[in-house]
């Protein structure tokens, strides 16, 4: 009874101080409970909605330190209470709700990047705790914890995420390779090169990311920069991937490649084999 009554006095205090923003909740502050995780930064609540941890990306399936980072997240909030903790935006694109998340005063984003089993990850205009999470992420980088470990993944620029176009599913960017500066200054493009499996090439130019921002490389056709959010953009128009899998390779201006990125489509179903026709005698 004193603990449903203390939850009642909490979502009291949470509506009467927080003040409301244009197209926000009328509190910046939520309380949940975890049902499900389902890896280093995506967990389910029991009401049925998920949440991504704003400012944060953990190592994908089948990369180094993706089970580490899914289970130390499955041991600080699965089964708990936690507190929601929202910023500029409250969802994406996904549907997904954005939040920094706490058990107690510990916030989890900060700490999976404190344990090298996350980096610093900047998409849209959200940037309450930038300057937390680069300094929690340079603290593990100086010791060598988790991704940037002897077995981990220590490159300053990475590619997180490769989208080819699906008709099902309409993107104004789309296709698209999103990448990331893992470093904490500011990373110059100049020389770089993305390539596909294909040999399909874009050489960059005048452009940089800075610390924890990502920079989207569009098959849209558009003017280069950086948006207001310090989101980048390029545009590489007529840029394809093949639907059933591809790989993204990044080189650097020696030619060099510090990264790659293999897709496999998940969505596209391949026809069945035709039946070989016996050749005539």
């Known amino acids: 009874m004193k ?7 909490w979502l009291l205090i949470l509506a009467a101080t927080s003040t409301p923003t244009v ?25 049925g909605r998920r949440v991504r941890y704003l400012g944060i990306n953990t190592p994908e399936y089948q990369e180094p330190f993706y089970l580490k980072a899914k289970r130390l997240n499955e041991s600080l909030v699965l ?43 900047f998409i849209g205009p959200s940037r309450r705790h930038n300057a937390l999470l680069l300094e929690a992420q340079e603290k593990a980088r100086q010791r060598r914890a988790g991704i940037w470990s002897s077995w981990g993944d220590k490159k300053n620029i990475k590619i ?11 993107d104004a960017h789309a296709p698209y390779v999103r990448i990331v500066n893992l470093g904490n200054k500011e990373a110059g493009l100049a020389g770089y090169v993305l390539s596909n499996e294909s040999g399909h090439r874009y050489l960059f130019s005048g452009i940089a990311i800075d610390p924890g921002y990502t920079l989207i490389v ?21 840029m394809t991937w093949d639907k ?3 790989t993204a390779y990044l ?31």
Do not use: C
Request: net charge neutral; glycine share 10%.
């Open 3 to 9: 603990a449903a009554v203390s939850r009642a006095i």
């Open 23 to 47: 197209g926000a909740l009328a509190t910046t502050e939520e309380l949940a409970r975890v049902k499900r995780v389902y890896d280093g930064d995506t967990v389910l609540l029991e009401d």
């Open 79 to 121: 089964g708990r209470e936690i507190r929601l903790e929202f910023d500029q935006e409250k969802s994406d694109s996904y549907g997904r709700l954005l939040a920094y998340v706490y058990v107690g005063n510990q916030m989890v984003n900060a700490r999976l990047v404190q344990e090298g089993l996350a980096h610093a990850f």
């Open 160 to 170: 997180t995420s490769v989208h080819p176009a699906d008709p099902e599913n309409p």
């Open 218 to 238: 569009s098959g849209a056709a558009g003017a280069n920069g950086k948006e207001g959010n310090r989101q980048g953009i390029v545009h590489w128009p007529g």
């Open 244 to 246: 059933w899998e591809d």
């Open 251 to 281: 080189a650097d201006p020696s030619g060099v490649i510090i990264d790659s990125f293999h897709y496999r489509g998940k969505r596209v179903v391949k026809p069945a084999a035709r039946p070989r026709v016996p050749a005539s005698k």
